[in-house]
């Protein structure tokens, strides 16, 4: 399985999965955190969540066929 580094980013197929060599990577995973001086409510979670810390991750995806680089959010996740 072989860990490609792109920037800030490391990409790490899944198991079965495998890459041409060559190949743009198409997708990419961005992993931040973000602070909350406050308890919160998610919406679709019942508990009220405690003032923290805690890990975001991006994925987005590659647009085609755009004379320029872009991407699309396709799912943001949040780490309890």
Do not use: C, Q, W
Request: charged letters at 15%; hydrophobic letters at 40%.
């Amino acid at each position: 399985m072989a860990i490609r580094y792109h920037k800030n980013l490391m990409v790490v197929p899944l198991a079965g999965v495998r890459f041409m060599e060559g190949s743009p990577v198409t997708s990419r995973t961005t992993t931040s955190t973000v602070t909350f001086v406050y308890p919160f409510v998610l919406p679709g979670y019942t508990n009220e969540l405690p003032a923290g810390t805690y890990e975001v991750i991006a994925e987005d995806e590659l647009l085609a066929n755009l004379s320029f680089t872009a991407y699309r959010r396709i799912a943001t996740h949040i780490r309890i």
